[in-house]
């Protein structure tokens, strides 16, 4: 999203015209960030403050968790790493709500360390990002998951592909080729009618119940009408 800075104010004036047009597209979006450290709160607030949006912020899962109670949002930023609860009790505990199935979560780690970002989206994550958190991945996240259209333009060959690539494996016993695609597909931007029984067919394939797992990719098909 952010434009390359050019030579002196030829480039500040770029950031600025690309401030103006994302706070025109990202008017009235809700966030919570769920955080611990001041400082990284403090860089989310100021760069959010640029393009006119506040944010919710909570210390932890625990109060992560009473937000979510208390208010709406559009999108949440969680943090891995917290005292009281961490980032992927959190999100656990948020995924059993069927309210909540389709709201997007995105795990901040500080850490890059291999696993980090499979153990991120196995729990309930929908993206995994590293901090400290650049302007432009903080921007491509937003635009990337809040309020996802609703509409078939979403939807491209590959969507369909996955899908019975999943089915076969998971018929065929091939459960280690079967995970990789499952983690593929959460890389997919899928329309919003299809949240829920994505994040159903999430809980399936992790807890091993394949057949409910099929199940479930059956109901996306139908609501794919691929």
């Known amino acids: 999203f952010l434009a390359r800075e050019s030579k002196k104010t030829g480039g500040r004036e770029s950031a600025e015209n690309t401030y103006r047009k994302l706070a025109a597209k990202f008017k009235g979006v809700r966030i919570l960030l769920v955080e611990d450290n001041e400082l990284n709160q403090m860089v989310v607030k100021e760069l ?37 609860m961490d980032g992927i009790s959190a999100v656990k505990k948020i995924r059993r709500e069927r309210r909540f199935r389709s709201l997007p979560i995105i795990a901040m780690t500080a850490h890059a360390m291999s696993g980090d970002r499979e153990k991120s989206l196995e729990a309930g994550m929908n993206e995994h990002v590293t901090k400290p958190i650049s302007p432009k991945v903080l921007f491509d996240c937003i635009d990337r998951w809040w309020r996802r259209p609703d509409d078939k333009s979403l939807v491209t060959a590959r969507h369909g592909e996955i899908l019975t690539e999943i089915g076969t494996m998971i018929q065929d016993s091939q459960l280690g080729r079967a995970k990789d695609l499952v983690r593929e597909s959460r890389q997919l ?38």
């Open 189 to 226: 931007e899928w329309p919003k009618s299809c949240g829920e029984e994505l994040t159903l067919f999430y809980d399936h394939f992790n807890a091993c119940r394949f057949d409910q797992a099929l199940s479930s990719l059956n109901s996306l098909y139908d609501k794919l009408k691929i």
């Open 48 to 84: 959010l403050k640029k393009v006119g949006l506040d944010l919710r912020v909570a210390n932890n899962g625990l109060e992560a968790l009473d937000c979510l109670e208390k208010e709406e949002f559009d999108l949440v930023f969680m943090d891995v790493q917290m005292p009281e």
